[in-house]
């Protein structure tokens, strides 16, 4: 293949790639925090097969719309399967989530899980919260009333 064939075949496959979302690991995950040192930080892990999950999305946005000028930031990382990533960023633009998303892509998905917090499951919904300083102060899993995640959030601010 000629270099401006490889060219026009890397930046179709560029935009073939779904918009926004971003693969994910554990030195990704440790980076998206490290960026947003000083604001706090909510951590959605979620899937577009999990019904609790896409019914907290709006709710999560909602949330990171009133309360982004006092520094506060959410940060969406789907647990979808690869075929599902263009669904996922459907989802994320239907639902007014702001980029930077993420799609989870580890290699060994029970160490990730143990990473991001070791009395974690890997159920769905999930909800981590970091303080000004990238501590983990709570966390959420299931189905968890909005006014309690916002009472937390609020602590923190």
């Known amino acids: 293949m000629k270099p401006a064939g490889a060219v026009l075949l890397a930046l179709t496959l560029w935009a073939a790639r779904p918009a926004g979302l971003l693969p994910l690991d554990e030195a990704g995950y440790r980076a998206a925090l490290a960026r947003q040192r000083g604001k706090v ?6 899937a577009t097969w999990c019904d609790p999950c ?3 999305l709006p709710v ?3 949330l990171e719309k009133k309360l982004r000028a006092r520094g506060f930031v959410l940060i969406t990382v789907s647990a979808d399967e690869p075929e599902q990533e263009g669904a996922a960023a459907d989802l994320l633009r239907k639902t007014g989530v702001r980029p930077p998303a993420y799609i989870k892509r580890v290699k ?11 009395r974690w499951s ?10 000004r300083e990238g501590r983990q102060t ?4 299931g189905e968890t009333a909005p006014a309690e995640i916002e009472a937390a959030v609020g602590r923190l601010l």
């Open 54 to 56: 896409r019914e907290e």
């Open 138 to 141: 709570a966390s959420f899993v």
């Open 41 to 46: 930080v909510l951590v959605d892990f979620w």
């Open 122 to 131: 890997g159920a769905l919904p999930a909800l981590f919260l970091y303080d």
């Open 60 to 62: 999560l946005a909602g």
């Open 108 to 118: 060994d998905n029970e160490a990730f899980i143990n990473f991001i917090d070791h």
